[in-house]
């Protein structure tokens, strides 16, 4: 089959809703189940088979310039720029990587009970991850965000074997106590179940078990402070990016590292409810619900 470059899917799930950018691809869903929110998109690409009839696939929300401070033309240019990757990506909080040893510690301090409602429904669902396990998550595979594009193989791989399943045990089993655990209420700006942030930490967590893929990961280490929110971010990057940056080098974590990144990510989530109980989000122009 001849395949034809990149393609970036906007999801399209509400009346009259516009592109954001005329880079995307426009998908309407029916949003069946918004609590869902971006597993409906990828799920509909995958069942539709596009993700087979081009080099890379990807789906983006409508913020991906004011999170990443890029446009998406620029995104098409890394990707053309690393053509022999299986996938490319780029994170919008580069900054929480100094704080968080991987996703599930800053997921776990930002909606507590995350980690123990996402292995129950993986165990449930037959995906033998242990997620205490999950090793480092560094600048080459920390993404949160969704903002990735990727190979068919990678596609048939994560989105086929992964997503997929997960999906189906959420339909063939709506009783099921994992499935009623993982969609119980988070704290965060908007009102959500757990599983949009379980989701979104998959992709770094399959990454990290799966090293033979070939990732690109946009370059963001010299401009880290441009991604922090407010100047404790600032701050905060600032104290620990020697000692982190050297252990990334190293590739290795001591555990008095580790233990001290938790410490302060507890403070980093603390500071953040607190905050932005009374400020406004600037990526959703809303307050922290309680």
Known sequence: MTRSGTIIYECLYAKDQALSDSHLAPLPITNDHPEWRELQ?????YRRGDWRQHDFTGMFSPKFALKTHIGVDRFLGFVADNADADVCLINPFPQIGYWSYNVWMQGEHAHPGLGAAAQALLDAVGIPWQLREVPRHGPGLLAYGNFWVARPAFWQAYVGEVLQPIADFLLREPSHQAVLGILSSTRHTDAAPFLPFMIERLFSTYLSL??????AAYPQQNDVQRYCQNDFERLLQQQLCDEVDAADARQCFPLPLIAH??????LFQQHFFDYYRHHLHPH?????NR
Do not use: Y
């Open 41 to 45: 998109a990828f799920l509909e690409i």
């Open 210 to 215: 799966n090293s033979q893929w070939r990732v």
């Open 261 to 266: 990144m938790n410490k302060q990510c507890a």
């Open 284 to 288: 959703s122009g809303k307050t922290v």
